[in-house]
């Protein structure tokens, strides 16, 4: 299932940028966020792709959605330019970011390679 983030969900279940200077993860299990908006052409691509991967990890990561359009102060804090761009975020280190609409064999290699998740 995927759950849209407001400013106040992602300060308690990602980062507390308000709170901390450096990164720390505030989630339980890695997670992807997709910075979107509803007009976007290649955001309607992800979309689907995105819900087919939420289905098959789940319980593993969670997906959530943040619509640049509703929530301008969480695309500026993370720089967004152009969407869709996705973050991934691990357990523990850094996380990563990617632009663009990904095909699903991206998203299971980048699950498995920066978050350490598999089927």
């Not at 523990?92 to 998203?107: N, S, V």
Request: proline share 6%; with cysteine.
């Amino acid at each position: 299932m995927l759950e849209h983030l407001t400013k106040e969900t992602f300060l308690s279940k990602v980062f507390n940028y308000e709170k901390n200077k450096e990164w720390k993860f505030e989630g339980e299990k890695p997670c992807v966020i997709d910075f979107y908006a509803d007009w976007c052409g290649p955001c309607k691509m992800v979309a689907p792709v995105l819900e087919e991967l939420a289905r098959e990890f789940e319980g593993k990561l969670d997906i959530f959605k943040v619509n640049t359009e509703e929530e301008q102060e969480l695309a500026s804090v993370f720089g967004i330019r152009s969407i869709p761009s996705i973050l991934f975020v691990p357990a523990t280190g850094q996380p990563q970011m990617a632009m663009g609409a990904l095909p699903k064999a991206t998203f299971v290699k980048a699950f498995k390679d920066v978050l350490g998740v598999e089927k």
